[in-house]
């Protein structure tokens, strides 16, 4: 075939036209969708704000059996629709790092970073403009000392 005849399509495109429908729809949970393909369990997650607000929605996913890398995942009828990268296990021991692991793991701590400094400038925009809901608020941390002294008054406190 001549190369003008050829043509290059991304991976969502592919897995659209091409992709294998799981027969079942999967559940986004914490820890991701984690569906069984051609009878092997698979974790698949999205370091991504907007995929993990979505924790509890149930998606439809597409994949292609030659290639597992990533799925398609699609919910309510096409309105959230996320290709989702496979999970490679991270190896504890350093040595047993690959140049994927690292990646996965740098990427992993700068999404948990984000997020993290997102959700301190959110509360202190809550305080500053006095909008701070009761849930968004740490309880005031109690000391021993004073658990025992309200444990002892109670004891002590006559009963009528």
């Not at 559940?27 to 051609?38: A, D, F, H, K, W």
């Not at 096409?78 to 350093?94: C, D, K, S």
């Amino acid at each position: 075939m001549p190369d003008k005849a050829l043509r290059t399509t991304d991976r969502v495109k592919y897995l659209r036209l091409l992709g294998e429908e799981h027969p079942w729809k999967n559940e986004l949970t914490n820890s991701g969708i984690t569906p069984v393909l051609l009878g092997e369990k698979r974790l698949y997650n999205l370091m991504d704000v907007d995929f993990q607000n979505k924790v509890g929605t149930v998606f439809q996913v597409t994949f292609d059996p030659c290639d597992y890398s990533s799925i398609l995942v699609q919910a309510r009828e096409g309105q959230y629709e996320y290709l989702v990268p496979e999970v490679v296990p991270i190896p504890m021991a350093l040595m047993d790092h690959t140049p994927e692991t690292h990646k996965q793991l740098a990427d992993m701590q700068l999404w948990k970073r984000t997020v993290s400094q997102d959700a301190i400038n959110k509360l202190l925009m809550d305080r500053d403009s006095g909008s701070a809901s009761p849930t968004s608020c740490s309880p005031t941390p109690v000391s021993r000392a004073t658990k025992a002294l309200r444990t002892s008054q109670e004891r002590d406190a006559p009963h009528t």
